[in-house]
């Protein structure tokens, strides 16, 4: 990145000169284009994932120490006090070092805003600084087997006995729930409602009596998603985040959080295909004008998510506009990913040391699917943008 960004103010543009200066005492350059810099994309195998975890904990507590974690969060939570669009000038500078931050990323990311905005004084003290400085881990507690992208048709149960909750049901796709410490879930605790409102969340010890993760393993080899089953979990009420019944007002800020920071480190992906066409498709007219077409979609997509700065910088909630930026960044990655796959011929079908750049490429190709579905579909993506950004009505099936 250059020195300054466009839409940087005066404030800001010290700001970023502040963070990058501290990023390149304390962290490193790759020597090269990270190909899938989100964990999201690039999965571990199960043999080096708790290395990797231990890595990215010293990493957040690092920056925690000195001030740079959680920027936009309150300084008695351990944040830096600062602004939204502070926070995405420290994760844009971030972005161009070779430091781990994608195993905390649903904690960081998703579930502490989630509290943040949403939970009570008590909670923010007692979980928020633990998390923000990596010495606890967040997993969400969200999809289920048969609730996934119409996540209002789940299941589990939460039932109320004096001053505690028991919870029971199961839950899918949980990102590090065998690794967690604790988990914010959402249960049915009315049958009788609407069913968007008989919704409640609760934060979960995952290590409660009745807990049980079991790790899947996926097309890439790892297995980092997990079925979670709970069997009669008792929960206190103080950890239930918002009203009863007002868990789907939390399932929408977690989800607008999660659809706005998928992308927040993707930048060198862009830098690692112009290496590779230049070393595989050198004077390809074809495979150029098609990384053209690309690279011009991914520059629209960075000016309209400057709309989303904007919001941010007035303190509003991400709203739809992060289902337009997840919807269009997933089919480009997707892209990009299908063309370094062609570019690399035969060889794309190799793996692991034996592949060029040790299969970053191929682990790359096979993961992104999973991202077409996390965080929600690509076809609930659309109608969300359908619905809440073009006004259209909504499908006559089930309205």
């Not at 600084?129 to 789940?154: I, K």
């Amino acid at each position: 990145m250059g020195s300054v960004q466009p839409y940087d103010s005066p404030d800001e543009a010290l700001f970023r000169q502040e963070a990058r200066a501290w990023l390149e005492v304390n962290a490193a350059r790759p020597d090269r284009p990270l190909v899938a810099p989100s964990a999201i994309v690039a999965e571990w195998a199960p043999e080096i994932e708790e290395a990797k975890l231990a890595e990215a904990r010293d990493w957040q507590h690092r920056k925690f120490e000195a001030g740079w974690a959680g920027v936009a969060w309150p300084t008695i939570y351990g944040g830096r006090g600062g602004t939204p669009v502070e926070q995405i000038i420290f994760a844009q500078e971030e972005g161009a070092f070779d430091v781990p931050h994608d195993a905390l990323a649903v904690g960081t990311g998703w579930c502490g805003p989630a509290i943040l905005f949403l939970g009570s004084d008590d909670q923010k003290v007692r979980y928020l600084p633990a998390l923000l400085s990596g010495d606890e881990v967040w997993c969400q507690l969200f999809s289920e087997p048969g609730a996934g992208s119409d996540l209002a048709g789940l299941d589990t149960k939460a039932l109320r006995d004096g001053d505690e909750w028991v919870i029971s049901g199961q839950k899918v796709w949980t990102t590090f729930a065998h690794r967690s410490d604790w988990g914010l879930c959402i249960a049915r605790t009315d049958p009788d409602v609407p069913r968007h409102k008989g919704l409640t969340a609760f934060i979960i010890d995952m290590k409660s009596p009745g807990v049980t993760a079991k790790p899947l393993r996926q097309m890439t080899g790892s297995a980092n998603f997990n079925e979670v089953f709970l069997d009669d979990v008792r929960v206190p009420d103080d950890r239930r985040v918002a009203g009863v019944g007002d868990g789907w007002r939390v399932v929408i800020t977690t989800f607008m959080f999660e659809r706005t920071s998928l992308f927040s480190m993707a930048g060198s992906v862009g830098q690692a295909m112009e290496e590779l066409l230049a070393e595989r498709a050198h004077g390809d007219r074809l495979a150029r004008d098609r990384w053209i077409r690309t690279w011009i979609g991914g520059r629209v997509l960075g000016f309209t998510n400057l709309r989303l700065l904007t919001a941010i910088a007035q303190g509003r909630i991400p709203g739809p506009e992060g289902s337009l930026g997840k919807l269009v960044g997933t089919l480009l990655l997707s892209d990009i990913y299908n063309q370094a796959i062609d570019l690399l011929g035969a060889e794309g079908m190799l793996a692991a040391s034996d592949a060029p750049v040790g299969g970053e490429w191929q682990d790359a190709f096979l993961g992104t699917q999973g991202l077409r579905v996390g965080g929600g579909t690509d076809q609930i993506q659309r109608n969300i943008i359908a619905e809440r950004i073009l006004g259209l009505p909504k499908d006559p099936v089930g309205a």
